[in-house]
């Protein structure tokens, strides 16, 4: 779920693989939804839209972060390739989308679709072990892990974490 600058509000339906937008307006459940987009079932992650409103998915399936136009149209940002994504962010300051993969976090230049390793592990970032969602917070990350349970705030600046902490399961 992710809401563009003018408060409309998008939708991932992973059992469809649809992209939809929900007119909160209409309470008819049946007329509230336009599909945007439809992907493989089971395979779309997370949205983020940059300031102009451009609308980014993440693809579990393929690994790959897609851009949809307003006219249904998909351009691939970030082609396949990558391991398996785990949300998707981005930074307002730099226009940058950032995505979790096991063990390792992601750039992304949305324009020029170039990818850069920000932060390359095995298993753990940084002080957290097996992050798995991330959300953008000014021109830092909030990173964290349903699995360990941590919340961790990494700062894109310094390129290290400035706070983890464990809180019960799940985060």
């Known amino acids: 779920v992710k809401f563009n600058s003018k408060g409309d509000l998008y939708v991932t339906d992973t059992a469809t693989g649809e992209i939809v937008h929900v007119d909160s307006n209409i309470r008819d459940t049946d007329k509230n939804r336009k599909v945007l ?7 779309i992650d997370n949205l983020a839209f940059d300031k102009h409103d451009r609308l980014y998915v993440s693809s579990t399936s393929d690994a790959a972060v897609t851009e949809i136009y ?3 149209k998909l351009r691939t940002v970030s082609p396949p390739g990558m391991s398996i994504t785990m949300g998707l962010a981005l930074v307002e300051e730099t226009q940058m989308l950032y995505t979790l993969h096991p063990g390792a976090l992601y750039k992304i230049n949305p324009q020029t679709s170039e990818l850069e390793t920000i932060v390359r592990s095995a298993v753990t970032l940084g002080p957290m072990a097996e992050p798995t969602s991330v959300v953008a917070w000014d021109n830092k990350l909030i990173l964290m892990s349903a699995t360990s349970g941590t919340l961790m705030v990494w ?3 310094e390129q290290m974490a400035e706070l983890a902490t464990t809180f019960g399961f799940p985060v």
């Open 37 to 43: 987009a439809k992907f493989p079932t089971n395979s």
């Open 155 to 157: 700062n894109l600046d």
């Open 70 to 72: 307003s006219s249904g």
